[in-house]
């Protein structure tokens, strides 16, 4: 396997939340500390800062147009220009303080909510979801930090990591209803690792999880044991998509700023290697599952 190799480097402080459209063959990420949305169209070799000042922890393409976005004021319908349109803020008494997020099937979207305060207590975050004509419910609670959302090759079960438990969860997912049941542990990743960020699921219903402190990308079978780890330069590895023309390029984003945190494993020194910031692209030899666009019928 190659070695992961820089694409693009606008100096994301926190490079997050990947996702690749095969109808253009472009890439889009967003560095949601910098409030940056970005895009890299590969066959042209074009990369480009689309929109300064806007916060994206998490998002997917609409189907009918624009992106559906998920921040720490809520869910959003935004047209990748100027117009931005408020799908929740709040759910059943249920703060939608967002970090990632991902479409399904059918065109819902799903987003995960997130008070994680490494220096006390802290109310625990939800899953949500909002079905294609904009009503949103919540799925699950009792998670400390929502990230990585993915889903098996079948859609019968959907996945979600708590980054601060260091889980990565499996449901069963009703295609049919949007509905969750069954929440288990697929991956516990050990205290001497580095912590589970975004993640994606490959056509043979592996899952690719970024090592936030841990320097590597992590391929776990579907009973979730270490198949492979694919090492980085970005110590801050943050999230992962498949893309290229055969979807076997792993595009990796990092963070160029360094978070302190409880979460640090033993012996991570942030001062040593580099800390990250670019967009790194590998190929796997390994064809990956594309990601779904949202097809929320409100929004256009």
């Known amino acids: 396997m190659q070695k992961p190799k820089i694409v693009v480097d606008f100096g994301n402080l926190n490079g997050e939340a990947p996702v690749w459209d095969p109808d253009t063959g472009t890439l889009y990420w967003t560095d ?31 189907h009918h ?82 990230n990585g959302i993915g889903f098996s090759p079948d859609a019968k079960e959907v996945y979600l990591t708590d980054s601060a438990a260091r889980i990565i969860y499996r449901y069963d ?11 288990s542990v697929l991956v516990r990743v050990p205290l001497d690792e580095g912590v589970p960020d975004g993640l994606a699921v490959d056509a043979e219903g592996f899952l690719w999880s970024a090592q936030w402190y841990g320097g590597c990308v992590v391929r776990y079978d579907p009973e979730g044991k270490v198949e492979r780890k694919v090492l980085t330069p970005a110590k801050q590895t943050s999230s992962v998509a498949f893309g290229g023309p055969d979807l076997n390029e792993l595009f990796i984003t990092s963070a160029a700023q360094h978070f302190p945190s409880p979460l640090v494993p033993p012996n991570y020194d942030p001062d ?8 790194y692209r590998v190929r796997v030899g390994i064809r990956g599952k594309p990601q779904f666009k949202a097809r929320l019928q409100f929004a256009t």
Request: glycine share 14%; charged share 25%.
């Open 65 to 146: 147009g624009g992106f559906v976005i998920a921040n720490t004021k809520g869910i959003w319908f935004w047209d990748g220009a100027e117009h931005m349109k408020l799908i929740a803020a709040e759910v059943d008494g249920a703060v939608c303080q967002m970090n990632d997020a991902a479409a399904d099937p059918v065109g819902r979207f799903l987003a995960g909510s997130c008070f994680y305060e490494p220096a006390g207590d802290y109310k625990l975050g939800c899953l949500f979801r909002v079905d294609i004509n904009g009503r949103v419910t919540v799925l699950d609670d009792g998670i400390r930090l929502a």
């Open 173 to 183: 997912y009703d295609v049919r209803t949007g509905d969750v049941r069954n929440r």
């Open 272 to 279: 040593s290697g580099c800390i990250g910031g670019p967009l």
């Open 32 to 62: 949601c500390v910098g409030f940056k949305f970005c895009r890299f169209q590969p066959k042209s070799d074009k990369s480009e800062v689309l929109r300064t000042g806007i916060e994206v922890t998490g998002f997917a393409l609409n």
